[in-house]
RNA sequence: GGUGGGUUCGUAUAACGGUUAGUACUCAAGAUUCUCAAUCUUGCAAUAUGAGUUCGAUUCUCGUACCCACUACCA
């Protein structure tokens, strides 16, 4: 009988969910979606101890900005079910309110000579661990040991019976069986064998808070909730065999779910998987969300850092998972049409930066310049400008449009200056904050001319470099000019008297130009003028760029012209102009 | 230490036991150009290691090295 697939994603509110944990809810997600069948959350809260306030709240939205919608376990507000119902047949979805129902559970398993009850307190264990490692050993809880160790298999009945009664620090533990091999399939790693003298007797259940320990609740649940697959982190594979010796003992083989160890998100130089003090110490978001803790640790996120969803879910999905063919580009109806476990790697991934980087560019030059414009707006008011929807209310409101639709006095721009800007430089970018960085010029004018181009010098990107990476042989040594920042001190080289009197020209030319106002058909148009006036093409463009952006690279010069408008030209050519020759006198 | 998992260019990955070991990112060079990007073209770069099985091994088996996880009354 096919049964229909549901499958779960079981964070513990312990903390924010990282990008592995995020990855492991997509799987999931894309493999319930990929069968037609259910993605349910669960909050496994079963230590009050570690319990973080915020954590519960910050995974779903996670998850939410991230656009998997679970079917189950959290409602349309966002909030885990507490109450059942029709949608929501097995809540609570919080293991901290299900506690009624595993203690039962465990007792079947006492009766059914599974397991038993110990009496050993945590100090008393503790003692036994010290002494063991002073012996150079390791002390376990297992079929050895506990036969020296108090609880009901070496205890009389009626002292089992008095301590139970009396006192409240007691546990149940698995009895697990000697010298079995127990076999087990693995959707990813295929056939795996343990044997079970090398395994312990894990704690299931525990007196002092009436909870279950993870074990328990976790296969209980997986049970009560019809759990087809399972599919989690690779940090569980060492308790597999406890967990198909607990589908055993409860006798629930037959609707045992199938299981899939997913591998773990590696630190970027390979050492460890990842960490939350890694990203600060890489330079990259560990979170997809932006996390405040409780000691006032701020931990950046991916939203926070500008990534779009799709970009973020793209690049996880590919990290450790591949299609089978050469996309990668995938939207999330893609993934979910193609994937599938026995194509996720059994090997821990990486995260790299500059791949991330460049599915975000890729994703932005996707996004239509309505929206990008959008998206550009909290930027630009953060930067002091105003976009307006309505010129003709912002002109009565005094601002005064120039005309490409832009105020550069108030600071005040129209939409559509915005769509233009934005259609200019998209395909420089791979943030929406980065147009911004690489076109500021275009919304406000040079004011301090010489910081302005320290500044703009220091924008340019700065190359990232792999300290793994072996270095080309044939790589040339790195040329400054081009990175550095262009410094007041080398103005000369870039504006002198000759150049000042092209740029004039070009700037007088450009005031009386009347023809097609178009990038392409102005550079026509200047090109042919400074040819006729017999100028070099570079110093009179580059020098008028530098007049137009106070750097050194940027924009065509016509385009900069048709964006800024010829009143502004020629403002800025003047400006500096005079602020150019001061430095050269002085 | 014990148990389990893993190992293809720097990174992510592809390759019915038979390929010139492919692709993307990064990097480099060239083209283009008024600069810088973008774009296009080209290039650099890998099967951890030793045996075995086989006509033939990246692929199967075993050993070694290295990496990771687990080894809690945490998940």
């Not at 009565?396 to 769509?419: P, S």
């Not at 943030?431 to 302005?452: I, M, R």
């Not at 030319?509 to 009347?514: D, H, K, R, T």
Request: with cysteine; glycine share 6%.
């Amino acid at each position: 009988m096919e049964r229909r697939t549901r499958v779960r994603f079981a964070p513990s509110p312990t903390g924010p969910l990282h990008m592995g944990g995020v990855r492991t809810a997509l799987y999931n997600y894309l493999y319930a979606k990929r069968h037609g069948g259910d993605f349910i959350i669960r909050i496994e809260d079963t230590d009050s101890h570690r319990f973080v306030p915020g954590a519960e709240q910050y995974i779903i939205e996670a998850l939410n900005w991230c656009g998997i919608i679970p079917d189950e376990g959290v409602d349309e507000n966002g909030k885990v079910v507490e109450t059942p119902s029709a949608k929501h047949p097995h809540a609570p979805y919080r293991q901290s309110q299900r506690k009624g129902i595993y203690r039962k559970y465990a007792e079947q398993l006492i009766a059914n000579g599974y397991a038993y009850y110990a009496f050993d307190t945590p100090e008393e264990l503790e003692a036994e661990r010290k002494k063991a490692e002073e012996e150079g050993e390791t002390f376990i809880y297992n079929q050895v040991s506990r036969l020296r160790l108090r609880n009901s298999l070496t205890l009389p009945e009626e002292e089992t019976k008095r301590l139970l009664e009396t006192t409240t620090d007691w546990t149940i533990r698995f009895k697990m069986p000697q010298d079995t091999v127990v076999k087990m399939d693995d959707l990813i790693r295929g056939h795996i064998e343990v044997n079970t003298d090398t395994l312990d007797d894990k704690v299931l259940w525990k007196r002092a808070d009436e909870l279950p320990t993870y074990h328990l609740a976790n296969i209980v649940d997986d049970h009560l909730m019809e759990i087809t697959e399972v599919i989690r982190g690779e940090e569980w594979l060492p308790s597999l065999p406890l967990h198909y010796m607990l589908y055993k003992a409860f006798g629930w083989e037959d609707s045992m779910p199938r299981f899939a160890h997913l591998s773990l998100l590696l630190k970027p130089d390979g050492k460890g998987k990842l960490s939350k003090r890694d990203g600060d110490k890489m330079g990259f978001p560990v979170f997809p969300l932006k996390w405040t803790s409780s000691t006032g640790e701020v931990y950046r996120g991916y939203r926070e850092d500008g990534y779009f969803p799709e970009a973020f879910v793209n690049m996880l999905a590919l990290l450790g998972w591949n299609p089978g063919d050469d996309r990668e580009i995938m939207s999330m109806e893609d993934l979910i049409a193609s994937f599938s476990l026995d194509r996720v790697i059994k090997s821990g991934a990486r995260f790299n930066m500059e791949k991330a980087h460049w599915f975000n560019r890729e994703y932005l030059r996707m996004k239509s310049e309505e929206s990008l414009a959008e998206l550009l707006d909290p930027v630009l008011a953060e930067m002091g400008m105003q976009v307006v929807d309505c010129p003709v209310c912002a002109i009565t409101a005094g601002a005064e449009f120039n005309e490409t639709g832009m105020d550069f006095t108030n600071h005040i721009l129209t939409k559509d200056y915005v769509r233009k800007v934005i259609a200019m430089t998209k395909d420089r970018v791979s943030f929406v904050k980065d147009f911004w960085t690489v076109a500021s010029y275009l919304f406000v004018s040079p004011a301090s001319f010489e910081q302005f181009m320290i500044k703009a010098g220091s924008w340019l990107p700065q190359k990232a470099v792999d300290p793994n990476r072996k270095p080309d042989p044939r790589a040339k040594v790195a040329d400054d000019s081009k990175t550095a920042p262009f410094l007041a001190k080398d103005v000369e080289k870039y504006w002198n008297a000759d150049t000042d009197s092209y740029v004039g020209g070009l700037v007088s030319f450009v005031e009386n130009y009347s023809l097609e106002w178009t990038p392409e058909a102005l550079a026509a148009a200047m090109e042919d003028y400074i040819k006729a006036q017999g100028w070099p093409m570079g110093k009179a463009m580059n020098g008028l760029r530098l007049a137009l952006t106070g750097a050194a690279s940027g924009l065509g010069v016509a385009e900069i012209i048709t964006v800024i408008g010829r009143g502004e030209t020629a403002r800025r050519y003047r400006y500096a102009s005079l602020r150019l020759k001061e430095s050269l006198n002085a």
